[in-house]
Nanobody, 130 residues
C-alpha cells in the first residue's frame, strides 16, 4: 500500500518560516511514478482548500492567498514534496495535508504494477501565533 507521511509543522510567530515535507512510500514495494503532488490545508470550521500543487513536469499552482510567500517543490528520487512557507500569518494556521493524485507502484511478491489514485497523509499542524 501507499503511505504519505508529513512533517515539519509546529508553532511559529507571525512573519516566521516553516518547511513542510511529505515522503511518499510503498510499504512493501517500490514507487515508479507519481503524477501531481499537492498541499492542502484545513482551518478550524473551514473546508479543506488547495494551497499549492506541482505536476510531474514541475509545473506549479498556488492559491492566491499564499502566492509570493509559499514555494512548493519535489524531489523525484526521494518521492518527497516540500512546502517552504515564509512570511507566515495567523490566517495560515491550519492542519496541512499532503496529497498525490495518481501513483504507479509495485508490491513485493505480486507480479505487475498497481495504479492508485487520491492518497492523503494524516496531516501536520501549523500554528502561527505570537
Amino acid at each position: 500500500q501507499v503511505q504519505l507521511v508529513e512533517s515539519g509543522g509546529g508553532l511559529v510567530q507571525p512573519g516566521g518560516s516553516l518547511r513542510l515535507s511529505c515522503v511518499v512510500s510503498a510499504t512493501s514495494g517500490r514507487i515508479f511514478s507519481i503524477n501531481t503532488m499537492g498541499w492542502y490545508r484545513q482551518a478550524p470550521g473551514k473546508q479543506r482548500e488547495l494551497v499549492a500543487s506541482i505536476t510531474i513536469t514541475s509545473s506549479t499552482n498556488y492559491a492566491d492567498s499564499v502566492k509570493e510567500r509559499f514555494t512548493i517543490s519535489r524531489d523525484k528520487i526521494k518521492n518527497t514534496v516540500y512546502l517552504q512557507m515564509n512570511s507566515l500569518k495567523p490566517e495560515d494556521t491550519a492542519v496541512y495535508y499532503c496529497n498525490v493524485d495518481k501513483i504507479l507502484y509495485n508490491t513485493s511478491g505480486t507480479p505487475g504494477l498497481a495504479y492508485g489514485t487520491d492518497y492523503w497523509g494524516k496531516g501536520t499542524l501549523v500554528t502561527v501565533s505570537s
